[in-house]
């Protein structure tokens, strides 16, 4: 670790401030405000969950917010830092329990230091890269300009391999999140058949930043039955 929780939330934060700036100026940040709604209602008790499961990320700055794009994605930076792409909305039409699979999933990422981990495997192939520009091409920005960040030998050795555990770390926390929260734990499920509906089955498992669809959907449903009890407990009113 390279690269410690600070000083991955110090830059996650200059670049999405950048990233906010540049959307604001193309006009496609926030531009729906139903939407922008809909998506920080779900959030919230999402991060107070964070923060009961993580009790100093209370001091991190949290920001939630949607950005106009075609694109089929959300992500949260280390330091709580959040957006939801409309292209995730428009094109999979998740209902509230399955939106609140995405957010948790992603908020699991910060929470679980997934971002300093890859800042640090990337400053280690590529050490002359700013930390700001790191961060955001880690979140799926090329801030800098970068378009790569890794020769393909690298990407496939040393970071497809932590990424695929790194996502399953972040389904587990992320539909336990979801379920204290109060949203049903098996929307996750039917999120992700969704998700591959739309994006195909992806290419060969090793491959893939993912881990195999089926296997994912295995593993949710396990995770799922499990914390039934607890989202029963903590079940939202409709």
Same mark, same amino acid.
């Given at each position: 670790?390279?690269?410690?929780?600070?000083?991955?939330?110090?830059?996650?934060?200059?670049?999405?401030?950048? =990233?906010?700036?540049?959307?604001? #100026?193309? $006009?496609?940040?926030?531009?729906?405000?139903?939407? =922008?709604? #809909?998506?920080?209602?779900?959030?919230? +008790? !999402?991060?107070?969950?964070?923060?009961?499961?993580?009790?100093?990320?209370?001091?991190?700055?949290?920001?939630?917010?949607? =950005?106009?794009?075609?694109?089929?994605?959300?992500?949260?930076?280390?330091?709580?830092?959040?957006?939801?792409?409309?292209? !995730?909305?428009?094109?999979?039409?998740?209902?509230?329990?399955? =939106?609140?699979?995405?957010?948790? &999933?992603?908020?699991? &990422?910060?929470?679980?230091? &997934?971002?300093?981990?890859?800042?640090?495997?990337?400053?280690?192939?590529?050490?002359?890269?700013?930390?700001?520009?790191?961060?955001?091409?880690?979140?799926?920005?090329? !801030?800098?300009?970068?378009?790569?960040?890794?020769?393909?030998?690298?990407?496939?050795?040393?970071?497809?391999?932590?990424?695929?555990?790194?996502?399953?770390?972040?389904?587990?926390?992320?539909?336990?999140?979801?379920?204290?929260?109060?949203?049903?734990?098996?929307?996750?499920?039917?999120?992700?058949?969704?998700?591959?509906?739309?994006?195909?089955?992806?290419?060969?498992?090793? !491959?893939?930043? &993912?881990?195999?669809?089926?296997?994912?959907?295995?593993?949710? $449903?396990?995770?799922?039955?499990?914390?039934? +009890?607890?989202?029963?407990?903590? #079940?939202?009113?409709?």
């Amino acid at each position: 670790m390279l690269v410690n929780d600070n000083e991955a939330a110090q830059s996650s934060a200059q670049a999405y401030n950048q =990233l906010l700036l540049n959307a604001e #100026r193309q $006009r496609v940040l926030d531009a729906d405000p139903a939407m =922008l709604n #809909r998506v920080q209602s779900i959030a919230q +008790p !999402l991060i107070g969950q964070a923060i009961a499961l993580r009790p100093e990320t209370r001091n991190w700055q949290w920001e939630v917010h949607v =950005l106009k794009s075609d694109e089929v994605n959300a992500w949260c930076m280390a330091g709580g830092k959040i957006a939801v792409y409309t292209g !995730l909305i428009q094109k999979i039409r998740p209902t509230d329990d399955e =939106l609140a699979q995405v957010l948790g &999933h992603e908020i699991a &990422h910060a929470l679980l230091s &997934h971002q300093a981990e890859k800042m640090s495997r990337v400053q280690v192939q590529k050490l002359g890269l700013g930390l700001g520009v790191l961060a955001g091409a880690v979140a799926g920005y090329d !801030l800098g300009g970068v378009a790569g960040l890794a020769d393909t030998v690298a990407t496939v050795s040393l970071q497809l391999p932590n990424s695929r555990k790194a996502e399953s770390e972040a389904d587990s926390v992320g539909i336990e999140l979801a379920a204290k929260a109060g949203y049903n734990p098996y929307a996750a499920i039917s999120l992700w058949e969704k998700m591959i509906k739309v994006g195909g089955s992806g290419g060969p498992d090793w !491959l893939s930043t &993912h881990p195999n669809p089926e296997q994912r959907l295995q593993s949710m $449903r396990a995770k799922a039955q499990q914390l039934m +009890p607890v989202y029963q407990t903590n #079940r939202r009113a409709p």
